[in-house]
């Protein structure tokens, strides 16, 4: 089926440890985005990527590098999780052709404990 | 500043009846509007979209209005059905931005 795929689903880090959140679409979409959601508020915009071979930080970018693999794949990095980065994770596709509505993946629950 | 909130945090509807759902922006320059519902443990789901062209925009069950005078814009969904609970954000774009700012979501709750 066609959409965004993330993994993992969840994950439980120790604080310091690193790791990856992988995201990868097949819309054959030019954006990609990576956004963090708390109990109580809205999405905010960590990293996003307008096209292959560019990114730029969000709103909340501290803590976070991305990688935009190639068209299909854009990656998340925690290189040193803290407990501040417990949160739900939702990678994002979007064309600026016809709407632009996203597509969001199902998200990934990360606790660092 | 830019922002896009929602007027009301929580929202119960007898089923059947008609949900109205607001959001209030801040940003002028705003020109694109989408709404999105998001079920418990999913990600948030495409909607309905307006343009800042435009005052009024009908999908199946959706309408969306847009106040550009007053930076307010609503989601109305006709006869509310037990799937209609979630939680509903609006969010706000620029055509010049890549970015997507989303408002903190309305809970709907749908009692039968």
């Known amino acids: 089926n066609a959409g965004v795929t993330q993994t993992p689903k969840f994950q439980v880090l120790k604080t310091g440890q690193s790791m990856t959140l992988q995201c990868a679409q097949d819309?054959?979409?030019?954006?990609m985005y990576w956004y963090r959601q708390d109990p109580g508020m809205g999405l905010r915009l960590i990293y996003y990527?307008?096209?292959?071979?560019?990114?730029d930080k969000g709103e909340v970018p501290n803590g976070y590098n991305v990688s935009r693999l190639n068209k299909r794949e854009f990656s998340l990095r925690l290189e040193s999780a803290a407990p501040s980065q417990t949160s739900v994770y939702f990678c994002?596709?979007?064309?600026?052709?016809?709407?632009?509505?996203?597509?969001f993946g199902s998200g990934t629950r990360l606790t660092v404990v | 500043g830019e922002s896009v909130g929602l007027h009301l945090p929580t929202l119960s509807v007898q089923e059947g009846d008609n949900s109205i759902i607001n959001c209030a922006y801040s940003?002028?320059?705003?020109?694109?509007f989408i709404w999105y519902k998001q079920e418990s443990g999913k990600g948030p789901q495409f909607i309905i979209d307006?343009?800042?062209?435009?005052d009024k925009r009908q999908g199946q069950r959706v309408t969306v209005l847009l106040n550009k005078t007053v930076k307010h814009l609503s989601l109305q969904i006709a006869a509310t059905q037990p799937g209609d609970s979630a939680v509903y954000f609006c969010?706000?774009?620029?055509?010049?931005?890549?970015?997507?700012?989303f408002g903190a979501g309305t809970t709907v709750t749908v009692r039968a």
């Open positions: 994002a596709s979007g064309s600026r052709t016809g709407t632009y509505g996203y597509t």
């Open positions: 819309m054959n979409h030019n954006s």
């Open positions: 990527s307008a096209s292959e071979g560019t990114t």
């Open positions: 940003n002028s320059a705003s020109d694109y």
């Open positions: 307006i343009r800042s062209n435009m």
């Open positions: 969010a706000e774009s620029r055509s010049n931005d890549y970015k997507l700012s």
